[in-house]
């Protein structure tokens, strides 16, 4: 739309073109991804939620193959065990922070490293998924599949990188 708003129908449609070939350039390079079921962690002012398939961020992360939840909402402490999946992606709050919270260190995805901390709401990534533009996307997937790619291989010895580190 904004393409044609400006007069310029074929960038904008060269640069979709563009950001959905690395999307599929990541999906034929991560076939670990594919149906791995990956709830986004969503921290706000102390609140966990993991966000709704049809957000725009964790669309980013569907697009990459990865299965959402069942679960979405709001998660109360005692339930945390609704990030307990194969992979888990938290937002808006730092690793050191999460871990200090037993309930959160203790879930098996947290202790087996299958964990991806994309730093709190001062980091570049939170803005970049947040706006989930064709200039944004790249750095998201720059930054993002590495780190997925170290969660998702089913090894446990693989260490998953802090991206806020």
Same mark, same amino acid.
């Given at each position: 739309m904004t393409g044609r708003a400006l007069g310029l129908p074929d960038e904008a449609e060269?640069?979709?073109?563009? %950001?959905?070939?690395?999307?599929?350039?990541? #999906?034929?390079?991560?076939?670990?991804?594919?149906?791995? #079921?990956l709830p986004l962690g969503? %921290?706000?002012?102390?609140?966990?939620?993991?966000?709704?398939?049809?957000d725009l961020r964790t669309t980013f992360f569907t697009d990459l193959g990865f299965a959402p939840p069942d679960q979405?909402?709001?998660?109360?402490?005692?339930?945390?065990?609704?990030?307990?999946?194969?992979?888990l992606v938290v937002v808006g709050e730092v690793r050191d922070a999460l871990l200090a919270d037993p309930l959160f260190?203790?879930?098996?995805? %947290?202790?087996?490293?299958?964990?991806?901390?994309?730093g709190d709401f001062t980091e570049d990534f939170a803005g970049a998924l947040g706006f989930s533009?064709?200039?944004?996307?790249?750095?998201?997937?720059?930054?993002? %599949?590495p780190l997925l790619a170290q969660a998702a291989d089913g090894d446990?010895?693989?260490?998953?990188?802090?991206?806020a580190a």
């Open positions: 060269q640069l979709v073109d563009d %950001v959905e070939g690395q999307f599929a350039a990541a #999906v034929a390079a991560n076939p670990d991804f594919a149906g791995t #079921v969503y %921290v706000f002012e102390g609140a966990h939620y993991v966000l709704e398939e049809e979405t909402g709001e998660v109360s402490p005692e339930l945390l065990t609704t990030f307990d999946r194969d992979v260190a203790g879930l098996d995805v %947290v202790r087996e490293d299958r964990t991806v901390y994309l533009s064709p200039l944004s996307l790249p750095y998201a997937l720059d930054v993002a %599949v446990p010895a693989t260490a998953v990188e802090d991206y």
